[in-house]
């Protein structure tokens, strides 16, 4: 496994998630958290596991590039990425639009996955560095993170090794 995706979240910390979590990362595991769906309960909403160290914190915006009344925001916000009226799957063999940062956290693990095809030897760490420093900036840190994922300029900035 490269990479986990988590789209679940809490208001409180677990130190053994935390240290699961830091094992992973420390094993060359990248982790991709959903930040969470109260961020119109105030300033500093982002919700753990994705307010930990070890984790890329997505938030969500819309087809506007406008951050979601309900996306999490605070300063540990990384990235935003589509999470407005995504086709999803649901039960009983079912498609249908959803909305949440768990839907904005996958595209950022397909994007994290590109890149780790291109170069298998890259580190957690680095590959949020080539994530965070081809986002496109669209906003306040606190709302939008380093900006929107980009694909084509995050796989193109990755060195074959």
């Known amino acids: 496994m490269d990479i986990i995706n988590i789209s679940f979240g809490g ?5 053994i998630l935390e240290e699961k979590l830091q094992e992973a990362y420390d094993a060359g595991i990248l ?6 769906n109260d961020g119109y ?3 500093d909403t ?15 915006i819309d087809s506007g590039n406008k951050r979601a009344f309900f996306s999490a925001k605070g300063p540990d916000l990384d990235l935003v ?14 498609y249908g639009m959803k909305s949440g940062t768990s839907m904005a956290a996958p595209h950022v693990t397909g994007v994290a996955a ?6 298998k030897k890259l580190s957690p760490g680095e590959v949020a560095d080539i994530l965070e420093s081809t ?4 906003g306040l840190v606190p709302e939008y993170g380093h900006g929107i994922v980009q694909a084509k300029e995050a796989v193109d900035q990755t060195a074959w090794k």
């Open 114 to 119: 590109l890149i780790l095809e291109k170069n």
């Open 41 to 43: 309960m105030g300033d």
């Open 11 to 15: 208001e409180n910390p677990s130190q």
């Open 81 to 94: 990425a589509p999470g407005v009226k995504v086709l999803s799957t649901l039960p009983s063999n079912q």
């Open 135 to 138: 986002a496109k900036p669209l």
């Open 46 to 60: 982002i919700l753990y596991p994705a307010r930990y160290s070890t984790a890329i914190a997505v938030g969500a």
């Open 31 to 36: 982790i991709i958290a959903a930040a969470g």
